[in-house]
C-alpha cells in the first residue's frame, strides 16, 4: 500500500484511487445516460420545442432518464474531483447524498409494504394517466406496449380502461378507427404469425367479454405485477441488496478519505 507521506498523519492512495474508479464508473454512466436522454429528445424534436414537455399529461421515458443521468453525472463528477483533489467539500456532498437516497429508498420499502392499498391506488391512478396519452407519445407508447406484452395484461385493472384513451373510446362521439378496440401489445400472439399485426384489437371490446380471452390478455397489468413479485422475490431482494451494498461501499470510502484528509490537515496544524 503506498501513501503520502506527511508529518504527523497519511493519506491512503488505496482509498484515493479506489474511490475514483467507483465514481468514473457512475460519472461514465450518467454521461451515457444524458446523451441518450438529449438524442432522444432531439428525434421527438423536444429540444426545438420545450414546451413538450409540459404538454404530456402522462410519463415521458425520457425525463426519468435524463433524472437518473444528472444524478449520477453530478454524484460521480463531486466524487472523482473530491477524491483526486482530496477537496472535503465535494467528498462530504458526495456522502451525503449518497446517505440520504439509501435513506429514501429504505423508507420507500417499508412504506410501500405498511401501505399496500395506498401503493396499489397511486399506481392505479399513474397507470391510468398514461393510458391517456399514450398516442401523444413515442417513448412512452412503446413503454407501455413493452410492459403489456412482457407480463401479458391489459390495461391498468383489464381491457376496459382503454376507454381512458380518446382513441380507444367506445363512446358514440369518437371517430377513431380504433374505437372499442385495444393496442396490439393486448393481444395474444399467434405463433403462426411472423409480422406482428398492429390491428389486431380493433373492435375487440364490440364483441362479448366472452369471447376475448381467446384473443387478448383479460389481466389487468396490476394484477399482473403483483403476481409477478412474490414469484421473484428473491430477484428482486438481491437487486436491492446489490445496490445498498454499493452504496455503503461508497459512503465507507468517501468517509475514510475524510477523516485522513482531515487527520492530515490537523496534523499540518500544529
Known sequence: MHYYRYSNAEVSCWYKYLLFSYNIVFWLAGV????????????????????????????????????????????????????????????????GAIVFIFLLELA?????????????????????????????????????????????????????????????????????????????????????QKVVNTQCGYDIRKKSKSQWDDQIFVKGCIL????????NIYIVAGVFIAISLLQIFGIFLARTLISDIEAVKAGNAF
Open 32 to 95: 451515457a445516460f444524458l446523451a441518450a436522454g438529449l438524442w432522444a429528445w432531439s428525434e421527438k424534436g423536444v429540444l426545438s420545442d420545450l414546451t413538450k414537455v409540459t404538454g404530456l399529461h402522462g410519463l415521458d421515458p425520457v425525463v426519468l432518464v435524463l433524472m437518473v443521468g444528472i444524478v449520477m453525472f453530478t454524484l460521480g463528477f463531486a466524487g472523482c474531483v473530491g477524491a483526486l483533489r482530496e477537496n472535503i467539500c465535494l467528498l462530504k456532498f458526495f456522502c
Open 108 to 192: 420507500a420499502a417499508v412504506l410501500a409494504f405498511l401501505f399496500q392499498d395506498w401503493v396499489r391506488d397511486r399506481v392505479k391512478e399513474f397507470f391510468e394517466n398514461n393510458i391517456k396519452s399514450y398516442r401523444d407519445d413515442i417513448d412512452l407508447q412503446n413503454l407501455i406496449d413493452s410492459l403489456q406484452k412482457i407480463n401479458h395484461c391489459c390495461g391498468a385493472q383489464g381491457p376496459d380502461d382503454w376507454d381512458f384513451n380518446i382513441y380507444f373510446n367506445c363512446s358514440s362521439e369518437s371517430k377513431s378507427r380504433e374505437k372499442c378496440g385495444v393496442p396490439f401489445s393486448c393481444c395474444i400472439p399467434d405463433p403462426a
Open 224 to 231: 399482473a405485477l403483483e403476481a409477478w413479485l412474490p414469484r
